[in-house]
């Protein structure tokens, strides 16, 4: 069955760094999204990208996509202390459920 | 701006016990889902709902649970009769406005206790 899998499982950063995360999965998929998670709380929607797009701009947050590789990447640009949490990717295939991924603990020091 | 919502937040309950678990998706949304996430787990589907009936399950989604859009607002999740195992924080969702496999806004989830 299609899995999501981050990596790292954890990354700790200071303030101004930058914070890339990496997610891969195993079946074709229709879309990618990414969420993030502050410890014990909801699933906040960060970004979605469609399988025919290969990167995709948000504010700080730039998400990448190759399907070829299965794989995407979420870069974090210039990060905050608020910007401490978990972070997954989530895919879509020709179903509407997410299947999500198993995480990236950020840690950012001020 | 609009969101899910759920209640209650926490919950506490014995085993072999029933719970419901509501949410409120977001209006004018035609698609709603129930996740859990079992701590240090990642979250796990259980059910899709569309059209005022299940799209699909998972295998976590057996004959203890079941779903329903009792009016135009709510969606709830009912364990009939709870496990230990059932301890998890429980998400709705809802997405698909116009179509299916669009952004999926969580509510901030329910956490059960079943003890």
């Known amino acids: ?110 | 701006e609009p969101e899910v919502t759920q209640t209650p937040s926490h919950q506490v309950t014995q085993m072999g016990q029933e719970v419901i678990l509501r949410c409120v998706p977001i209006s004018n949304h035609l698609y709603f889902y129930w996740y859990r996430q079992i701590l240090g787990q990642k979250v796990e589907f259980l059910v899709s709902f569309y059209n005022n009936e299940i799209s699909e399950k998972s295998e976590i989604f057996d004959d203890q649970f079941s779903v329903e859009r009792p009016d135009g607002s709510n969606f709830t999740l009912k364990i009939r009769s709870t496990k230990l195992e059932d301890s998890a924080m429980y998400f709705c969702a809802s997405s698909g406005r116009t179509s299916h496999r669009e952004t999926q806004y969580f509510g901030p989830g329910t956490r059960l206790l079943v003890l």
């Open chain 1, 1 to 110: 069955s299609q899995q999501g899998e981050e990596d790292p499982q954890a990354l700790s950063i200071q303030e101004g760094e930058n914070a890339t995360m990496n997610c891969s999965y195993k079946t074709s998929i229709n879309n990618l999204q990414w969420y993030r998670q502050n410890s014990g709380r909801g699933l906040v929607h960060l970004i979605l990208i469609r399988s025919n797009e290969r990167e995709k701009h948000s504010g700080r947050l730039r998400v990448t996509l190759d399907t070829s590789k299965k794989s995407s990447s979420l870069l974090i640009t210039a990060s905050r202390a608020a910007d401490t949490a978990s972070y997954f990717c989530a895919t879509v295939s020709n179903t509407d459920k997410l299947i999500f991924g198993t995480g990236t603990r950020l840690q950012v020091f001020p």
